[in-house]
């Protein structure tokens, strides 16, 4: 195999013109074929059993050209990019010059490869870092909100339903008389004043009583996920069969008791305090890490390639997909109950992903800057780490090139943060004490089946293991990845 590298006319791109042997490319052709015999059906053999000869000579010699192109490019390509030291970070563009049986396969893979960054000040730069302070407020709001979740549910029965109560009801919608999907539920367990249903729909059964039959006319938001009833006036024949009401417990030192390993009250708020503390100080110690990069990256120049800022945006939406499919949501459902194409999706997140692209060119041009470095021991303890996380052998994670690469990459980024940081001059500045109006938000959903679950994804994943981190350097691909 042979490669001849040039440059284009466009800048960060080189186009690289690959000859492999035909051989090689031969052989891949008989390996495809030992891998789908099984499919062919030739007349007068059992199926699975023609030849080969039997089978170019039937459907074409062709046939087997595209496949064997995928199982000769991923590794040359490779092979090709370790050998000649290139920073790819874009897909290949890839066009075929020559192939064919018995002949060199001939093809060129325009790529596009790291930018060179030019670097701001990012020694001795001026950083705010917010002081938040938890108050004893906070701490009682903690503690209401762990009473809450230890609330009774009490059946009611000598009075209608108001705002705070959990309703059992029916619900039976339609639009201009027609019935919609997803519009009818069951014993469906609805908490008045919770806004998880459509503008208007709650306020209207606060009063009902029990067994009591009701019309409820509310109209679709405007912005609703669903086209078809957007902004549409609808009817749900709603029916209470039970009312609610939370009783709350006392907060006391048998509270504490119950909820808790702690004795007294006291200990229980010594421990949220201090646990709403570590939260707050984590969020000042995020927020001082971002204006860090943000503050170096606004000073440093680099022209990120388009290629670059396509595979951050398919980061962006792989990880979407993984929060998605906690909820057994896929990112092609998501977009579709948002109204939205995956062409509005990149559309949208082309600025946040050139963004992202060049803080992640710029730390490591810190890094290199700085002359850090990654012990060999810190990878190896993380990857351990990993290995105890997901039951994994660690000797197998080792092996992991791309796994490697990912946690190296992580640490490089860490370390250059903490060097911009610990090189800052720090100011610190007390958390501003603003009024913050009251808001009223409203869930898109109507009704269980209805329910957007990508709204609560995010959560869940919260309470998920996290993968390890993603590299900050783009995965070499080729057309068979694509």
């Known amino acids: 195999m042979s490669v001849k590298v040039e ?10 013109e690959f000859t492999v042997e035909a051989k090689k490319f031969d052989e891949a052709m008989k390996t495809v074929f030992t891998k789908n015999a099984k499919y062919f059906n030739i007349p007068g053999f059992r199926k699975g059993k023609a030849p080969m000869a039997i089978v170019e000579k039937f459907y074409g010699t062709e046939i ?5 192109f995928n199982e000769v490019v991923p590794s040359v390509y490779d092979e090709a990019i370790k050998a000649e030291k290139l920073e790819v970070v874009s ?19 325009v790529v596009q490869t790291k930018p060179e960054v030019k670097l701001g000040k990012y020694k001795g730069i001026t950083l705010e870092k917010t002081t938040y302070k938890v108050t004893d407020e906070a701490v009682d709001n903690e503690i209401n909100r762990m009473a809450e979740r230890n609330a009774r549910m009490v059946s009611v029965t000598d009075r209608a339903a108001k705002k705070g109560d959990v309703t059992v ?5 339609s639009v201009d008389g027609v019935k919609f999907e997803g519009g009818t539920a069951e014993n469906h367990e609805l908490e008045l004043g919770s806004g ?4 208007g729909f709650e306020d209207q059964v606060i009063g009902m009583k029990i067994d009591e039959v009701k019309d409820v006319k509310v109209k679709f938001p405007e912005e609703y996920f669903s086209k078809e009833l957007a902004g549409k006036d609808a009817v749900f024949k709603v029916t209470v069969h039970e009312i609610k009401n939370k009783e709350l417990p006392k907060i006391d030192d048998e509270f504490a008791k119950d909820v808790s390993e702690f004795d007294t009250l006291a200990e229980l708020k010594a421990d949220t305090k201090k646990k709403l503390q570590d939260e707050q100080d984590n969020k000042a110690k995020s927020e001082l890490e971002e204006n860090a990069v943000k503050a170096v990256s606004d000073d440093s120049e680099v022209e990120i390639p388009s290629g670059m800022i396509e595979l951050e945006i398919e980061g962006m939406a792989e990880d979407m997909n993984r929060r998605l499919s906690y909820q057994g949501v896929t990112f092609e459902q998501y977009l579709q109950m948002i109204g939205k194409t995956m062409e509005d999706f990149k559309n949208d997140n082309q600025e946040a992903a050139k963004t992202s692209s060049k803080m992640k060119l710029v730390l490591e041009a810190v890094y290199n800057d700085a002359k850090l470095n990654v012990e060999d021991k810190e990878v190896t303890d993380k990857l351990e780490e990993l290995a105890t996380m997901y039951g994994r052998d660690i000797e197998d994670l080792k092996k992991n090139e791309e796994l490697v690469e990912r946690v190296t990459e992580s ?6 943060i903490n060097y911009i940081i610990d090189n800052a001059k720090i100011k610190e500045v007390a958390e501003k004490k603003e ?3 009251e808001k009223t938000t409203t869930k898109k959903s109507t009704t269980k089946a209805s329910e957007t679950k990508s709204e609560k994804a995010d959560s869940k994943e919260e309470k998920t293991k996290k993968e390890p981190a993603k590299k900050t350097t783009t995965k070499k691909s080729t057309k068979k990845s694509e």
Do not use: C, H, M, W
Request: charge should be negative; glycine fraction near 6%.
């Open 7 to 16: 440059k284009t006319e466009n800048k960060n791109e080189l186009k690289l």
């Open 64 to 68: 087997f050209y595209e496949d064997a």
């Open 91 to 109: 897909k290949p563009s890839i066009d075929v010059v020559q192939i064919g049986k018995g002949k060199d396969l001939v093809f060129t893979a």
């Open 169 to 173: 009801i029916d619900f039976e919608g």
């Open 196 to 199: 998880s249903f459509i503008p």
């Open 411 to 416: 640490f490089k980024s860490e370390k250059a």
């Open 435 to 437: 009024e913050k109006a």
